[in-house]
């Protein structure tokens, strides 16, 4: 399940749960710049995994974003996805931020 809310020009996007390309990932990070975000914080504190097609979901939201000029970046990661993005080496493809605003400091400072 993914919430996303607006912090001034900034989506902020909480992940719970296993994060899979059925989690709709994909179509949050669409509308949020479809509605004028220019960057989104993916807080991944209550995730509780990451399988293949999530991995190929936050690659593909990232080409397509950065594509636009946009920011994707990652903050909070639990456990889990943090095995995962060190395992992946996706830490070297997003900025991760302990904190959420630590993460939104990040991409309000270049918006």
């Known amino acids: 399940m993914i919430e996303a809310r607006l912090v001034g020009s900034v989506t902020?996007?909480?992940?719970?749960?296993?994060?899979?390309?059925?989690?709709?990932?994909?179509?949050?990070?669409?509308?949020?710049?479809?509605?004028g975000s220019g960057a989104v914080v993916l807080n991944l504190k209550e995730v509780s995994?990451?399988?293949?097609?999530?991995?190929?979901?936050?690659?593909?939201?990232?080409?397509?974003?950065?594509?636009?000029?946009g920011r994707v970046v990652i903050c909070s990661p639990s456990p889990r996805a943090r095995e995962v993005f060190l395992v992946t080496q996706l830490n070297?493809?997003?900025?991760?931020?302990?904190t959420e605003a630590q993460a939104l400091a990040s991409v309000q400072s270049t918006s």
Do not use: K
Request: proline fraction near 0%.
């Open 49 to 69: 995994g990451i399988d293949s097609s999530g991995f190929a979901e936050l690659i593909t939201c990232e080409m397509n974003v950065a594509r636009r000029g």
């Open 12 to 35: 902020v996007a909480h992940v719970r749960g296993r994060l899979t390309a059925e989690a709709g990932l994909r179509s949050v990070i669409e509308h949020a710049f479809q509605s």
């Open 92 to 98: 070297t493809v997003f900025n991760v931020y302990e």
